[in-house]
Structure formats: C-alpha cells, structure tokens
C-alpha cells in the first residue's frame, strides 16, 4: 500500500490524477500540467511536498556530525535559519542523496528526499556514531511549496500573523513560528516559500491558498520547472554513482577548511587530479536545447563530434519555451554543439549553460 499525505483528500477533490511517487500516492496533474507549469511562472502554484523526509538534528556535536556528513560546510552558515544545499556522499565520492539544511538555534533541520528515505536515514544514523547527536524524524509536519511571483503575497494575505516574518527572511532562509516554520526556498527558478505545517492544519490551510487563487500543480509541472530552473532530480541526473562534479554540484563543495575531512572528500580529490590529468575522459553538466521538432528524454545517446559521446540524464518539453529542453552528461570538451541520438536518428542540438529559466525568463 502506498502512503498518502494528510492532502490526499484535498489532491481528490480536485480531480487529481494519482500516481505511485517513491512509495506515495501523488498527483500528477489536476487536469493540465502546462497549465499548472504557467500559473507558477506568472502568478502562484502550490506543491503537496509533504512526502519529503524531515529531519532534525540536536545535540553538542551536530555542527561536528553533519562537517563530517555533508560535502558542503554547515559553519558557513551564519544567521539562523540561513539554508545550504549540498550532497551527502558514499565514500566513493557518489551522491547518496541532496539535500537542504537549515541552521537552527544550536540545532539544524534537513530535508531530504522521500524516495531515498529509508537508506538516508540509515546512512545518517551509522555515521552518527562517536558523535554526540541525535536524529529526529518530524513525519507530523506535512510541507507545502508555494511557487512563482505572486506566491508570498498570497501567503501573506492568507497569514497575516506571519507577514513581517515572511517579509524578514531572506532567500534560501527559514523561520520558525510556533510550530510553523517558513523558508524561503524552492525548485521551480521562482520565489516562493516552502512552509512546513502540524498535519492537522494542513488541509485548511491548502484550502485558503485555493480560495484565494493559488493554482494546485501537481508532479509533472514540478518536474518541467525544475529541469528548465536547471536543477537536478535525484535519481535522473545524479546518484550513488554519480559524482557531485560530474552533475553539476562542484559549487556545493567545500573544499575549505583543508581539513575538514568530509565523507568522500578523499575519492573526489583524487576524482579532481584526474580529471585535470586526462580532462578529454571527464564529464561535466550541460544543458541541451533541440533545434528542431521532437522531445528530449532521458538516456538518449549524445554524440559531440571529434570529441565523444555522453547521454541526456533529464529531457522534457519546456512550456515556457516552446521547445525541448535537457540536461545532459557529455565530455568536458564539448562546446556549443552535439548529436542527440533520437529514434535511430541523430539530430542536432545547442548546448547552454544552466539554467535555462529563472524568475520567468530565458537564461541562455
């Protein structure tokens, strides 16, 4: 049996289309996904994100434990409430998941992926050992993400208590007020407020972001916003055996303090050498944009001529473009030009840089 949300009900209501997600039962769409995908790049959509994994790290060694943990540096993280996103990696320097952590009042709060859970937590509890932490699953909070340019001046409208709160904080910052906690975070290239609520209030308060003109989008626009906001979907563009520098993640490595001896750090710094000393062999992320008719999808060969050959690792059609779109694994020789191997055929295609969207408008 698939686990639903506390807004399964609500996800019904509005005519959803269900889906199996990492094990929960999801929409996908409430009828128009290009639709959805638009309201959040001209007004405001709200996502049922509550079947991602929260988890709250206490204790004197926390800051120590997730040094050690995190291929990104927790110590950099000034104000409360400030967010980092990073890589928590095997010691093979792959990807077990990606996640955001946000620092509390001496203690941290990080969520992560609801389709890697299980091996997350496990993984995050044996490197737990000698160290003086402990970790709390908070599966009483349900999470909502509302989306796009209008999404914080709606949700202000409907929660007016926490409006000179939402108004303080700053980008990729949370706040907590009461037992609700707001942050300043997204996955679609928009502004907008991903707020964690108790379960028991959740489906009011959807109910007042419905009334007052936010748009439910469900997976698939969340899936077309992200890939043209340029950023990666666990599982499709990174992974255990995918390197951060391989999927584009290089700037969520702090190499610094040298000392800091991160879980990975090792392979990766050999990773680094190597890919220095033989750079026609090493891989890096680059987006993709088909110059023609047709749609890009995932595990399609790309062929860069006189240099190589890589693969697209997320491929869709970009409504806000008008075009296909993907993110690709290709030699670190490749310039503005590739081969992207489609039904037989091989068609041609620009690379950009990433990302190809953000706050509504092309990048590249």
Known sequence: M????????????????IVD??????????????QEHKAVREQAGMFDVSHMTIVDVRGPDATAYLQKL????VAKLKESGKALYSGMLNNEGGVIDDLIVYKMDGWYRT???????????????????????????????????????????LVKQVKPEAAELIDSLMIFQ???????????TGYTGEDGLEIMVPEAEVAAFWQQLLDAGVAPAGLGARDTL?????????????????????AGMGWTIAWEPA?????GRAALEAEKAERAANPQQALKQVGLVLEERGVMRSHQKVVVEGVGEGEITSGTFSPSLEYSIAMARVPVGTADKCLVEMRGKLVPARVVKLPFVRN?????
Not at 70 to 73: E, K, S, T, V
Not at 174 to 184: C, I, L, N, S, V
């Open 174 to 184: 949370g706040k907590g007020k009461g037992e609700w906690f707001y942050a300043r």
């Open 226 to 246: 992200r890939l043209e906001a340029g950023m990666n979907l666990y599982g499709n563009d990174m992974d255990e055996s995918i390197s951060p520098l391989q």
């Open 360 to 364: 509504g408008k092309q990048q590249f």
């Open 21 to 34: 997600f990492g094990g929960w039962d999801m929409p996908i769409h409430y009828g128009s996904q290009i």
């Open 259 to 263: 000392e800091r001896d991160f879980i």
């Open 2 to 17: 698939a686990k639903q949300t506390a807004l399964y009900a609500k996800h019904l209501e509005a005519n959803g289309k």
């Open 111 to 153: 969520v992560v992926n609801c389709s890697t859970r299980e091996k997350d937590l496990e993984w995050m509890s044996r490197q737990s050992k000698g160290f003086e932490v402990s970790l709390t699953e908070r599966p009483e909070l349900a999470m909502v993400a509302i989306q796009g340019p209008k999404a914080i001046e």
């Open 70 to 73: 995190l291929a990104n540096d």
